[in-house]
């Protein structure tokens, strides 16, 4: 298979390496996740994992991948240090088919911060589209619990079941009233405790709880990226998310060369003989259909 290489050149005197992050306040309790999908269903057997945090308090909650942020921090560090070596207005080369950037490509890097009952809305932020960063609200009720009084012991829990249908996918979840919280992992909210267990009817996404701790008294949780995007976070709907990230995955590099476009950024898409690697889709198994 051929390596493929993402060259970016980044004139120094003209892009800014941003900080995002928004403070939510205290929290009380980590739940740790495993995280397991199906990525392209054209190969069911090749399952991605991701070990998730859930932090959480009385009142809101943010959910993201902590390998990411520690991912992140690195690329941060690497970067600077190449803006302090180079000459003030040279450019720098950051090589994205290096082990680091293409761990970063393939982890989750989204972050769901719920807030309840200031605002009674989740804020979802991405950085998973190259060039630019999204953000948008959805309010509640999103979803449609229907409750079952069957029963379960699940990682050492006493859990009862519940059902939805979200987006296109009918949705299995195992919860537990020995932790009582109404927000769950991902972007589920709304049951009576803690989901210890969350699977869609295909088997394509499974949520596994892995452990619970308490946090420190001075804990404060964040919806923290350490190296971002040359500009802000984009605020836009669900619905124009979703065309973004399909017109992405039908033409990556278009897509790429477009974020770009009158920006000090030069791209390079070349596989490792030199040669222009030519349009192609990605294959990509969403979690929503709509």
């Not at 993402?6 to 995002?20: G, H, I, M, P, R």
């Not at 409750?147 to 379960?152: G, I, L």
Request: hydrophobic share 35%.
């Amino acid at each position: 298979m051929k390596k493929i290489f993402l060259l970016l050149v980044c004139n120094l005197l003209s892009v800014e390496f941003l900080t995002a992050q928004t403070k939510l306040g205290k929290g009380e309790f980590r739940a740790v996740y495993l995280a397991k999908k199906v990525a392209d269903t054209t190969k069911p057997a090749y399952i991605t994992t991701d070990t998730m945090f859930l932090e959480f308090s009385k009142t809101r909650s943010v959910y993201y991948n902590p390998t990411y942020r520690a991912l992140d921090s690195i690329a941060l560090s690497r970067t600077q240090k190449a803006m302090k070596a180079s000459q003030s207005g040279a450019p720098i080369k950051l090589n994205f088919s290096d082990n680091l950037l293409s761990n970063m490509r393939n982890k989750n890097s989204n972050v769901i911060a719920h807030c309840y009952p200031t605002n009674q809305k989740l804020t979802f932020y991405t950085h998973n589209l190259p060039g630019k960063a999204f953000t948008y609200e959805e309010e509640y009720p999103l979803f449609q619990w229907q409750m079952s009084d069957e029963t379960q012991t699940i990682k050492g829990y006493l859990c009862k079941k519940a059902t939805t249908t979200f987006r296109g996918r009918t949705w299995e979840v195992w919860y537990t009233l020995d932790i009582p919280t109404p927000f769950g992992v991902w972007k589920f909210y709304g049951l009576p405790g803690l989901i210890v267990l969350a699977k869609d009817s295909k088997n394509h996404f499974i949520f596994e709880l892995l452990g619970l701790k308490r946090l420190p008294t001075d804990y404060e949780m964040t919806t923290h990226y350490d190296y971002g995007e040359p500009r802000n976070f984009i605020k836009i709907t669900h619905k124009q998310y979703m065309q973004e990230l399909k017109k992405y995955l039908e033409d990556p590099m278009g897509y790429i060369s477009q974020a770009m476009m009158n920006t000090p950024v030069q791209i390079e898409m070349k596989d490792k003989e030199g040669r222009p690697i030519p349009k192609r889709k990605i294959t990509y198994n969403p979690i929503e259909y709509e």
